[in-house]
C-alpha cells in the first residue's frame, strides 16, 4: 500500500508549526493538549505507514482506535533499529540513512529519513534556544564527526548543520577518519586566545579527552577567551581509565579555563531525531543540572522488568516520543537509566553487562511479530 503522503505532508506542516513557536519554558495546558494530538496524528500515520511497527501494535491489541493519550502509545526498543527497518516508505526511498554505533555495520542500527526537514528544524530550535545566548556569531572548532566525512552519522549531520547556522567562516573541523588534527586545533585555539575572540568547541567526550592526554608535556592548557563554551556528547565508552562526570567537567574546565557551567552536554541517540540539553540556559530554567529537552518530545521512566510507565520521581528506564521521528517510530524504548522531573531528566548512565529484562521481551516481540 503507497503511504498517503498528503496526510503525512499536512501533519508535517503542523509539527513544523509546534516546533517554530516552541518555547524553553513551562508549557501550557493548551501546548500540553496539542501536543497530545499531534502524537495521536503521528502515531496513526506511523500505524498505516510502517508494516513492522503496525505488526508489533496489532500483536498487542494495540490500534490508534484505543489510544487516548500519547504515554498510551506502544514503544519499540532502540535496539529494534538493528533487526528491522523501520521506517514508513520503502527503503530505497529514504534521502539519508544514519548508523547507530556497532562494531560492524551489520550490528548497527538504521534510521531512515524520507527527507530531513524536520531533523533540521527541530537540532537547530532546540540548539539556540539551550547554547546560544547572543545572536552574534563566533568560530566554532569541531572535533568529532561532520557529514563532510561520516555521512552516516547523525551526530556529523547535526554538527554540520550548527556550524553552518551559528559558525563563522573561521570555523574549523579538525576531525576525520584519521582522528584529530593537532596542529590546526592548537593553531586555531592559540590564534583567537591571542585575538581575544571566543570559540565553540563541539566535541565528542572521548576526543576532548584524547586532545587533552595526547597534548605535549610543556602544554597544560589552552586558555579560552570568556564567554567560549565546551559541549560534549557521547559518554566515555571505550576510556580504559574510568572517569566520572564531574572529573570529566573539571579537567575540562582547569585546561582551557573555563568556569563549569561554561561546558555544555548533549544528550541524544541516532533514534531519535531531537536532543536534550544541560547548559548555562538550561540550569537557569530548571535550577537543577538536569537535562532539558524540547516541548516536542515527552519522556517517561518505566520499571525495568515489566516496562510499566512509574510516576516521576522514580528511578526507571527512559522512554522518549519524538513528534520529529515522523517517518521512522516515535516513541522509543531506551535502556538508559534516568530520573523524570518536572523541568528535565536526570540520567544515571546504563548497567555495565546488563540488559533490562523488558527491554529483551521488547526486542524480541517486534521480530516476532515480523516474522
Not at 93 to 103: M, P
Not at 263 to 288: A, L, P
Not at 321 to 340: H, K, P, R
Request: aromatic share 12%; hydrophobic share 35%.
Amino acid at each position: 500500500m503507497t503511504p498517503d503522503c498528503a496526510y503525512r505532508n499536512a501533519l508535517k506542516q503542523r509539527i513544523f508549526h509546534f516546533i517554530d513557536n516552541a518555547s524553553p519554558h513551562q508549557q501550557s495546558q493548551k501546548q500540553e493538549d496539542e501536543f497530545n494530538r499531534l502524537a495521536l496524528e503521528v502515531f496513526s500515520w506511523q500505524y498505516s505507514a510502517n508494516k513492522p511497527y503496525q505488526r508489533l501494535c496489532d500483536r498487542r491489541s494495540s490500534p490508534p482506535a484505543s489510544i487516548q493519550h500519547w504515554s498510551q502509545i506502544p514503544a519499540v526498543t532502540t535496539a529494534s533499529f538493528k533487526t528491522i527497518p523501520l521506517f514508513c516508505f520503502e527503503t530505497d526511498k529514504a534521502c539519508a540513512v544514519f548508523h547507530t554505533s556497532g562494531t560492524t555495520e551489520s550490528t548497527s542500527g538504521k534510521h531512515y529519513f524520507h527527507e530531513l526537514g524536520l531533523y533540521e528544524s527541530a537540532a537547530l530550535k532546540w540548539f539556540q534556544l539551550c547554547c546560544v545566548e547572543k545572536n552574534n556569531k563566533v568560530p566554532y572548532l569541531v572535533l568529532g564527526p561532520t557529514a563532510k566525512h561520516f555521512p552516516n552519522s547523525s551526530l556529523g549531520q547535526m554538527f554540520s548543520w550548527i556550524i553552518e547556522a551559528f559558525g563563522t567562516d573561521e570555523n574549523l573541523v579538525a576531525f576525520s577518519p584519521r582522528g584529530i588534527d593537532f596542529e590546526r586545533t592548537i593553531d586555531f585555539l592559540e590564534n583567537h586566545h591571542q585575538k581575544k575572540e571566543p570559540v565553540f568547541i563541539l566535541s565528542t567526550s572521548l576526543a576532548l579527552l584524547e586532545f587533552i592526554e595526547k597534548m605535549p608535556q610543556n602544554r597544560q592548557s589552552f586558555l579560552l577567551t570568556e564567554g567560549s563554551v565546551v559541549l560534549d556528547t557521547g559518554g566515555y565508552k571505550g576510556k580504559k581509565k574510568a572517569i566520572n562526570r564531574l572529573e570529566f567537567q573539571r579537567l575540562i574546565a582547569d585546561f582551557f579555563g573555563i568556569q563549569r557551567n561554561m561546558i555544555f552536554n548533549e544528550y541524544g541517540m541516532t533514534e531519535m531525531s531531537s536532543q536534550y540539553y544541560e547548559t548555562k540556559i538550561t540550569s537557569d530554567i530548571t535550577g537543577h543540572p538536569f537535562k532539558y529537552g524540547p516541548p516536542w518530545v515527552r519522556t517517561k521512566a518505566c520499571d525495568p522488568s515489566s516496562l510499566e510507565i512509574l510516576p516521576d520521581g522514580e528511578i526507571g528506564i527512559l522512554r522518549h516520543f519524538d513528534l520529529a521521528n515522523l517517518d521512522s517510530v516515535s516513541m522509543l524504548q531506551t535502556e538508559d537509566l534516568g530520573i523524570v522531573h518536572e523541568k528535565g531528566i536526570e540520567l544515571l548512565g546504563r548497567p555495565l553487562h546488563a540488559t533490562h529484562r523488558g527491554c529483551s521481551l521488547l526486542a524480541e516481540e517486534i521480530i516476532t511479530a515480523n516474522e
